[in-house]
């Protein structure tokens, strides 16, 4: 599967953006889809994930209460809306997918995601 984000740009503290990431080939709703962040200096972190089915969702601590993750299975998207943006959440997002059974647990682990977009820049200024 191949996965396109977009939707970053440059914004100001309080704003909101929204995140798409679209696939081509396979269908996503075969996987489960998450958002990770990349700010500089620093290692790729977990934001959101969101299961094959969309009924299950996980959030960071860092973003819980004001982004919320989403999935549109016919439309092979999974959005990630973000509000009450803070400087603090500038960074790169990427969204990556996992091919996991159904009924799988959600994970917050770089590492168990196989494949992954080229990353969106969001930038929150003070």
């Known amino acids: 599967v191949q996965l396109q984000a977009s939707g970053g740009g440059v914004v100001q503290t309080g704003d909101s953006l929204r995140l798409s990431c679209e696939s081509s080939?396979?269908?996503?709703?075969?996987?489960?889809v998450a958002w990770f962040r990349q700010a500089p200096q620093k290692g790729r972190e977990f934001v959101a994930a969101?299961?094959?089915?969309?009924?299950?969702?996980l959030y960071a601590d860092s973003v819980k209460g004001r982004f919320t993750i989403a999935r549109d299975n016919n439309k092979n998207t999974v959005h990630l809306q973000m509000n009450s943006l803070k400087p603090e959440d500038t960074a790169v997002y990427y969204c990556?997918?996992?091919?996991?059974?159904?009924?799988?647990?959600?994970?917050?682990?770089?590492?168990?995601?196989?494949?992954w977009g080229q990353g969106t820049q969001v930038t929150v200024s003070s």
């Open positions: 080939g396979r269908t996503l709703s075969q996987y489960a």
């Open positions: 990556a997918a996992d091919r996991v059974i159904i009924t799988a647990d959600l994970s917050t682990d770089v590492r168990e995601y196989d494949y």
């Open positions: 969101v299961s094959r089915g969309g009924g299950r969702t």
